[in-house]
């Protein structure tokens, strides 16, 4: 990809950052590289971390026997996302520069991916075993990961509010669509986390890009202060050259003076 593609690719994902929040400041190309850096870096813990519950889930649940084929197929989806995830968090060095685009797209489907699998998957849990424990167990992992979503994912905020909606919702449909008063329940509380994980991760998101555009411009003010203290040193170093000169040239003034009375 040549240089041009990149600075196009990287103009064109900081407007659509811009209009997440309009209080915040004009984005850099550094702002944007480090916030989708970030992004990877934060989701390399739990990138894994669906498939681990998930195997969890069915071992310890009557799920792996009454559901084998969905049981496995649900692993290996999650399981090829996480691992998408872990590469381009471990390798956006290599990656990220080849295309941003590119791998801004990539990230975003992984973890679409995972959120839809792991909500669909809940859903079918939460409607086939209401008052049981898997449909329990389900549950409480679900308010885990996207506890843990939202803090991972706080960087950017459409990808926060897209991905627990789509981890959220299906689970809350279900609900509703089972007649028990604990289905009734839970859909509730799925709804009300979605409003609460929308408030907490707003909060974070600003927090993040607050504190970045606060290390920019300390660094600027460093950068400044570093280019005055040059020029200070430079203006120093060539008023000690012209100081020395004057009295270099005065004291030959002065001997000559004294060889011609002489």
Request: hydrophobic share 45%; with cysteine.
């Amino acid at each position: 990809v040549s240089a041009g593609g990149r600075s196009d690719s990287r103009v064109e994902y900081g407007k659509t950052m811009k209009t997440e929040d309009s209080s915040r400041n004009e984005l850099t190309r550094d702002d944007i590289t480090q916030a989708n850096r970030d992004l990877g870096n934060q989701g390399l813990p739990g990138s894994m971390f669906y498939s681990a519950i998930w195997l969890l889930i069915i071992f310890s649940t009557p799920v792996a026997k009454d559901w084998a084929y969905l049981s496995w197929t649900v692993f290996v989806l999650l399981t090829v996302a996480g691992l998408l995830r872990l590469i381009l968090g471990i390798r956006f060095e290599d990656l990220y520069f080849r295309s941003p685009a590119g791998w801004l797209a990539s990230y975003y489907g992984a973890v679409i991916s995972q959120a839809i699998v792991w909500g669909g998957t809940t859903a079918f849990l939460l409607w086939q075993y209401v008052t049981d424990w898997p449909a329990y167990l389900s549950g409480f992992s679900t308010a885990g990961i996207v506890a843990g979503g939202t803090i991972s994912l706080s960087t950017h905020l459409r990808l926060q509010r897209s991905y627990i909606v789509i981890i959220l919702l299906p689970g809350i449909i279900a609900c509703w669509l089972v007649p028990h008063p604990t289905a009734y329940a839970l859909g509730i509380l799925f709804l009300l986390a979605i409003g609460f994980l929308f408030a907490i991760g707003r909060k974070l998101n600003r927090s993040y890009w607050t504190s970045l555009e606060n290390n920019r411009l300390l660094t600027r003010r460093a950068e400044q202060l570093a280019e005055a203290k040059i020029k200070a040193e430079s203006a120093d170093r060539a008023k000690s050259q012209f100081v020395a000169s004057v009295r270099s040239e005065t004291v030959i003034f002065k001997a000559g003076s004294i060889n011609r009375w002489a």
